[in-house]
C-alpha cells in the first residue's frame, strides 16, 4: 500500500497550489480519502473530504471557498486544490484514505506547503 503525496512547495500570499496522491496497493475507488496538515507546533488537522464517488465533499471552515478536493477514480488518484493561500496554511499536508467497511486507514508521508513572501 501507498500513498505517496506531491506538489508541495513555496508560494507567495495570495497564490495557488495544487496537490496530488497517489494511491496504489488497495482498491482506491471505495476509499473516503482526506487531506490533513500539520503546522509546526500544531495537532494535525482535517482539512477536506471526499467521499468513494467523489459525490460529496467537506471543508474545515478556515480553508471552506478557497480549496477544492477532488479526485479521479481511473487515476488512483485525489487532488486538492489551494487558491488564496494565506501564511497560515503553511503545514505539512497528508493524504489518507479510510476504507468502507473495516475503517483501516492508509496515510501518506505528506508534502510540505510554504505560504510566505
Known amino acids: 500500500v501507498q500513498l505517496v503525496e506531491s506538489g508541495g512547495g513555496l508560494v507567495q500570499p495570495g497564490g495557488s497550489l495544487r496537490l496530488s496522491c497517489a494511491a496504489s496497493?488497495?482498491?482506491?475507488?471505495?476509499?473516503?480519502m482526506s487531506w490533513y496538515r500539520q503546522a509546526p507546533g500544531k495537532e494535525r488537522e482535517l482539512v477536506a473530504v471526499?467521499?468513494?464517488?467523489?459525490?460529496?465533499?467537506d471543508y474545515a471552515n478556515s480553508v471552506k471557498g478557497r480549496f477544492t478536493i477532488s479526485r479521479d477514480n481511473a487515476k488512483n488518484t485525489v487532488y486538492l486544490q489551494m487558491s488564496s493561500l494565506k501564511p497560515e496554511d503553511t503545514a505539512v499536508y497528508y493524504c489518507?484514505?479510510?476504507?468502507?467497511?473495516?475503517?483501516?486507514?492508509?496515510w501518506g508521508k505528506g508534502t510540505l506547503v510554504t505560504v510566505s513572501s
Open positions: 489518507k484514505g479510510r476504507g468502507p467497511i473495516s475503517g483501516r486507514e492508509y
Open positions: 496497493g488497495f482498491t482506491f475507488s471505495s476509499y473516503t
Open positions: 471526499i467521499n468513494s464517488a467523489g459525490g460529496s465533499t
